[in-house]
Structure formats: C-alpha cells, structure tokens
C-alpha cells in the first residue's frame, strides 16, 4: 500500500509568511504526528493528531499549529516565518501511537527554507 | 524529562565489519524504543521496535537489544555494507501518550 505523503516536498519563503504543509497518512492510519528536524537541534517533536484530534505538543511556540480532517489527513500551519524556522519537517503515521505496538512511518519530508 | 543520547557521532569502518551502535536514555519509564535509518535529505525508515518488555528484536543482519533497567539499547549490524552508510536514530516512547523522544544519531559510513 501507498506510504505516507507530504506535499510540498521543498518550499521557499520569506520572514513574516505563513506556510501550509500537508500530509495524508497510510491509508488506515489514524495517528499523525510531526516532527521538525533542524542540523542544530536533531529530530523534535511537535504534535501529534488523533481521530481529528490534538493528543500532544512538544515545545514549539503558537506560531505552529496543525489539524487533522475526517479522512486522516493533516496540516501543519507556520505563521509569521522566523529564519530559524528553516528545517525538515516530517510528517509520521501509525495505527496507534505511544502506547501501542505500532511502528511509526515517516513521509519524505518538506523541506522549508526561509529566507 | 527524558533525554536520549546516542555513542558515537559518526563512524566510519571498512565494509564486512560487524559494529554497535549505542543508545541511551534518562527515563527508563518507556513504551517502547524504535531504531530509524536516515538517508541525507530523506525521511526516516524504521528498522526494528523493542516493546519494553522484549529483551531484542532481529531483522536480517540487524539485532537491536534493550535493557531498560540501565537506560542502554544497542543496534547491532553484522557484515557491514557500504548501503547501511546512513544516519541511525533511535527513539522512546513514554509510558502514557507521551510524545517520542528521538536521539541526535549516530553517521555511519562503510567504506568499501
């Protein structure tokens, strides 16, 4: 079956923005979470989506924001773009996370630069 | 607050060599722990998952072992390929519906 999705795969913005970022999980998957992954602070979690619903944030101030929809489907929203927000960001998909037996699966990945 | 750390950075062994690589972590309260592969510029792929209460999981020439006691994983790799040059991560989950909490990685280059 199809993996996960992310679309776009690179986007360019500049400071002050907003970006969408979506990402459709394998079908059947119900868990989204997404991560963003920077050379200076690795892998970090920032939410999870659960049955259209936010279970858990990392650390990553308001500007971050995301949603699931009735079909799995998610988006993650950045406004007001800093520079440091230039990163990988991915997108991973499960059964049931944390808690259950499900391995996670990532997407590609979008890679946003802000310039 | 759980804190993974992964020994060492960055390997670099000629091809046909077995290795180890090490993970360790803070909170030994964990769900399970995950080891991924990262190929540059790619997404994650996992390799093998340790419920917490397994001992190791095995998938070809990988072994992945976990002592939750200690804090300590280790991804073994037998007969080393220069394909396996990537980045490897490990990651824990917590107890509840605890975020995942992932390792700095470990850049493993097998040199032909």
């Known amino acids: 079956k199809a993996g996960v999705t992310q679309t776009p795969r690179y986007l360019i913005k500049t400071r002050g923005q907003q970006v969408t970022l979506s990402c459709s999980p394998i079908s059947g998957h119900r868990s989204v979470s997404w991560y963003q992954q920077t050379p200076g602070q690795g892998l970090q979690f920032l939410f999870e989506y659960f049955s259209e619903t936010q279970r858990n944030k990392g650390n990553f101030p308001g500007r971050f924001s995301g949603r699931q929809f009735s079909n799995s489907r998610s988006e993650m929203n950045v406004s007001t773009l800093e520079l440091g927000d230039s990163a990988l960001y991915l997108c991973?998909?499960?059964?049931?996370?944390?808690?259950?037996?499900?391995?996670?699966?990532f997407g590609p990945g979008t890679r946003l630069l802000v310039l | 607050k759980q804190e993974v750390t992964q020994i060492p950075a960055a390997l670099s062994v000629p091809e046909g060599e077995n290795l180890v690589l090490n993970c360790s972590f803070t909170?030994?309260?964990?769900?399970?722990l995950q080891w991924f592969r990262q190929d540059p510029g790619k997404g994650l792929t996992s390799l093998l998952l340790i419920q917490s209460s397994q001992r190791e999981q095995t998938s070809g020439r990988l072994n992945a072992s976990l002592d939750k006691s200690s804090g300590r994983s280790t991804l073994y790799i037998a007969a080393s390929q220069p394909g396996d040059s990537a980045t490897y991560l490990c990651?824990?989950?917590?107890?509840?519906?605890?975020?995942?909490?992932f390792g700095p990685g470990t850049s493993l280059s097998v040199i032909p």
């Open positions: 909170d030994s309260a964990i769900y399970n």
């Open positions: 990651a824990v989950s917590g107890t509840s519906y605890d975020k995942v909490i």
């Open positions: 991973a998909s499960s059964l049931f996370l944390a808690g259950g037996e499900e391995t996670q699966y």
